[in-house]
């Protein structure tokens, strides 16, 4: 019977210091819980603030498109050989104010995608949030995409096609694509410039906004807030 009552003192007494010592390891154990769900929707939404704010809005600006190689918008492939004619005849500059046009109506529109973009990070669930933090260096670029695709081009495209007049590009436009289909032996083009440009305007926008994702997600020094700093650390965990 002693021996039984020692056996059972023995084992209460070690649990209860095993016990002791978890209960003395829980502060240290939930500083490695990397973020809550709070923080993860907080710190990705951030983010995606981050890039609009950084990226998408340097498009806005005069030259925005037109001089930034990786979003510059270039002629349509049936265009092309518009391009290329004219400049064999000697109207070089008249080709180059045309392209320049179609970006100059992009840089306008984009400054319809905020308000946008706004709503849609505003509505992100945290199963959204999630699932982008522990994706790929797109993910969140992606998530943008399916929530305001059709949106921004319902808002590019109006703005796209009263800047074309706005500036005179639909009646430069005109001007090329005449001056093009009276040239012998050619094959008469006349595309739909509004809505060749809205996309290409979209594809920039997303294009930005993933350069300034993969920085955050990448580059530690990127992150330029503590709330970027401790969320992005789970990724790089996982």
């Given amino acids: 019977m002693k021996k039984i009552l020692l056996f059972a003192l023995t084992f209460s007494l070690t649990s209860c210091a ?26 990705l939404k951030e983010a995606l603030n981050k890039g609009i704010t950084q990226q998408v809005s340097k498009l806005t600006a005069v030259d925005g498109f ?5 979003v510059k918008i270039l002629l ?21 104010e045309g392209i320049k046009m179609l970006n100059r109506a992009a840089e306008d529109a984009v400054k319809e995608a905020t308000p946008i973009f706004v709503s849609a990070v505003k509505n992100m669930s945290f199963t959204d949030a999630k699932n982008i933090l522990l994706g790929n260096d ?25 800047s074309f007049a706005k500036v005179g590009a639909d009646a430069v436009w005109t001007k090329i694509i005449t ?6 032996l050619v094959k008469k083009v006349n595309p739909d410039l509004t809505d060749y440009t809205t996309n290409q305007a979209l594809s920039g926008v997303f294009k930005m906004i993933a350069v300034e994702e993969k920085e955050i997600r990448n580059n530690i020094s990127a992150r330029t807030t503590p709330l970027l700093q401790k969320v992005f650390a789970m990724q790089d965990g996982k």
């Fill in 66 to 70: 037109y001089k930034n190689e990786a």
């Fill in 18 to 43: 095993e016990m002791q010592q978890t209960l003395n390891q829980l502060p240290q154990i939930a500083s490695q819980i990397p973020t809550s769900g709070v923080d993860i929707s907080a710190g």
């Fill in 138 to 162: 797109s993910a969140a670029t992606t998530y943008l995409q399916g929530s305001t695709t059709t949106a921004l081009y319902g808002k590019f495209n109006p703005v796209i096609k009263n």
């Fill in 76 to 96: 349509p492939e049936e265009l092309q050989k518009v391009d290329a004619t004219l400049r064999k005849v000697g109207l070089s500059s008249l080709a180059d």
């Fill in 179 to 184: 001056k093009y289909n009276t040239i012998p």
